[in-house]
């Protein structure tokens, strides 16, 4: 502190210390002043983030909604029933083309991984440079780029015709075709599978699902049964139509081979009810744990009240300790205070709660959904909570003997 000629001036190092003193003169109130603090700023980083949160998982769960492919793969062991033929046939998307839902399908074998042949864009072998490539290699029926989402990014798909006459043709995934330095069409470039020659007729990309065949060599199956192996169906893949999934699912192996049903394992979305309840517990989760802090932070707002009433009531306190009122009289009024206030607040908190749902709904033009059993909680919750918060000022005021606090009035 300096003295100047107009006065006292407190100087900046003084002006620190004097308003530590002050917080650590009462650190029990500091603390609690502090805390309030704390949970405010800490419950708007959380109501935010959450908000944030919950959004993200809303949309996470109507994603799945829309995800309206269906896999149907054959159970372990099924094709190796003797004196049976393939429990998957070629024609599978035809007959899945039949049921009420489907948008397309296509029928893949895709090659084991460790039998999955090179691939090269010549067929020069330069050992000093690397020209194979590890690509997927598959076959599949003419509609693996709907039933995939994907699109023709140049060329075009193979058909029925070159399937019936075993033509030697490949399509590319864009990513394959990268890879090998395809870029063109026009000049019928070849790719080999091993040593087995392809004319690259198409390159397919932007594939929705199944993006594993960006990088990946397609032929037609008969081709795929005469020169690499692949004979049996691996597994169908199903676009469906939004909601139709589960539909889809429960008559697919039927369509497939009626006499074998069981034999089939089926991969859907989630139906629509499961997908509505996780959205509404995954709400209710977020916004529980929001009112709880909210709780918390109103126990320490009555906690802070309490406790700067102790501190101005001491002569009152030391008054009645005078008088012969015992330590658990000064704990039970000081407690029965914070009760009241709790009551009072879980009351008027319902009522205003209520108004506030209503008044929003009516707004937006929506139906308000009240949990009528948390209303009518609502006030022994209040009261639950100031009992909580009231604890330690209550305490604080049992302890102070009469003399002191007499002499501290």
């Not at 210390?17 to 959380?46: F, M, N, Q, Y």
């Not at 959004?55 to 995800?67: K, S």
């Not at 199903?238 to 009626?258: F, K, M, S, Y």
Request: aromatic content about 4%; hydrophobic content about 50%.
């Amino acid at each position: 502190m300096k003295r100047t000629a107009g006065g006292t001036r407190i100087g900046r190092g003084d002006l620190v210390d004097e308003s530590l003193a002050a917080v650590l003169a009462r650190p029990w109130r500091a603390a609690l002043t502090t805390l309030g603090t704390v949970l405010g700023i800490a419950t708007l980083v959380v109501t935010v983030g959450i908000a944030a949160t919950a959004g993200n998982r809303i949309v996470g769960r109507f994603d799945q909604l829309t995800a309206t492919a269906v896999t149907i793969t054959p159970a372990d062991g099924a094709d190796q029933v003797p004196g049976l033929g393939p429990l998957i046939g070629w024609d599978a998307p035809d007959r899945l083309a039949r049921l009420n839902g489907t948008v397309a399908a296509v029928a893949l074998a895709e090659a084991a991984p460790g039998s999955v042949p090179q691939v090269r864009a010549n067929a020069i072998q330069d050992p000093s440079t690397v020209s194979a490539r590890a690509l997927g290699v598959a076959a599949a029926t003419v509609g693996l780029p709907d039933a995939l989402r994907g699109r023709i990014i140049a060329g075009r798909f193979y058909d029925a015709g070159n399937i019936s006459r075993h033509d030697r043709v490949a399509v590319l995934g864009e990513e394959a075709a990268r890879q090998l330095g395809i870029t063109r069409l026009d000049d019928a470039p070849a790719v080999f599978v091993g040593s087995e020659p392809f004319t690259v007729i198409g390159i397919v990309g932007d594939f929705r699902r199944e993006q594993a065949f960006a990088a990946a060599v397609i032929v037609p199956p008969t081709t795929a049964a005469d020169r690499l192996g692949l004979t049996g169906v691996g597994r169908v893949v199903v676009d469906t139509e939004l909601g139709a999934a589960g539909l889809i699912a429960r008559q697919a192996p039927t369509a497939l081979n009626p006499g074998r049903t069981a034999e089939f394992r089926v991969a859907a979305p989630p139906g629509l009810e499961r997908a509505r309840g996780a959205v509404q517990d995954d709400v209710n989760g977020m916004f529980l744990v929001l009112g709880l802090l909210c709780l918390v932070v109103g126990a320490v707002g009555i906690a802070n009240v309490t406790l700067v009433g102790v501190m101005q009531r001491i002569g009152e306190i030391g008054l009645r300790r005078a008088l012969g009122a015992a330590r658990r009289h000064i704990a039970a009024q000081f407690l029965v205070e914070s009760a009241v206030l709790g009551l009072i607040g879980g009351i008027v908190g319902a009522a205003a709660g209520m108004v506030t749902v209503v008044g929003v709904c009516v707004a937006k033009d929506w139906t308000p959904v009240l949990d009528l059993g948390l209303v009518v909680a609502a006030p022994a919750a209040g009261v639950a909570v100031g009992l909580l918060a009231g604890a330690y000022p209550a305490w604080r005021a049992a302890r102070l003997e009469p003399l002191e606090a007499l002499r501290g009035a």
